[in-house]
């Protein structure tokens, strides 16, 4: 049981270049999210899903995209990345809405 | 704006003391109020949580006071250990299953042996 697993654990980019930030749970979760962490400024949400198909905006949603296809994954694009998406990215999930957000252990990106 | 602004930012103990680290939030509908622990490279994982029908909820070592008068909630980490070096935050959600979980921007805590 893996739980919630994110890939690739660091990358660099240059400006303007895309990636696709990958999360996948094997716990049947509905709910997914994406947050990006940064010194001092704690975790911010950037988008989440409640189930396949369905995607709404969180608190830093702009100059990132978002689709479910399936429950158990969430990729997280950057189209045109930018030096203010320098962060560590993390992707949660939860099954209820009572239960605990599961953490994967986080992307590193850097863009020069 | 910040929903939920914690202090300290960062915080020394020594081994056994007393660590206490707080929350406070402007928004009501919170109902739901969870306390996360980050070690370094890794994600954060739920350590205890509570609602605001309750004062104080405790497990183990770990304590969440809440005051829903004043709007504030702390975390009390009794007999610190090295082991509990980690960031802290503070988070809440608010009322009828809002999605979204807001966070403190984290406490870091060192223990000293």
């Known amino acids: 049981n893996a739980g919630v697993t994110q890939t690739p654990k660091f990358q660099v980019l240059k400006t303007g270049q895309s990636m696709t930030l990958q999360c996948a749970q094997d716990m049947n979760h509905e709910y997914m999210s994406w947050y990006r962490q940064d010194p001092g400024m704690g975790l911010r949400l950037i988008h989440y899903s409640v189930g396949a198909g369905i995607t709404d905006q969180g608190e830093v949603p702009n100059g990132y995209n978002v689709s479910r296809s399936t429950t158990e994954d969430f990729p997280l694009r950057l189209l045109s990345a930018a030096p203010s998406q320098t962060s560590v990215y993390f992707c949660a999930t939860r099954g209820t809405v009572n239960s605990p957000l599961h953490f994967g252990n986080g992307t590193r990106l850097t863009v020069t | 704006q910040q929903q939920v602004k914690q202090s300290p930012q960062s915080l020394i103990v020594q081994k056994g003391g007393i660590s206490i680290i707080n929350c406070a939030y402007e928004?009501?509908?919170?109902?739901?109020f969870p306390w996360y622990q980050q070690f370094p490279g890794k994600g954060p994982a739920l350590l205890i949580a509570?609602?605001?029908?309750?004062s104080e909820k405790k497990e183990g070592r770990f304590t969440i006071s809440f005051n829903k008068s004043a709007k504030q909630f702390s975390l009390h980490i009794m007999d610190s250990q090295p082991g509990d070096s980690a960031t802290y935050f503070c988070a809440a959600r608010s009322q009828g299953g809002s999605e979204k979980l807001v966070f403190g921007k984290g406490t870091k805590l060192t223990v000293n042996p």
């Open positions: 509570i609602r605001p029908d309750v």
């Open positions: 928004n009501t509908a919170f109902d739901y």
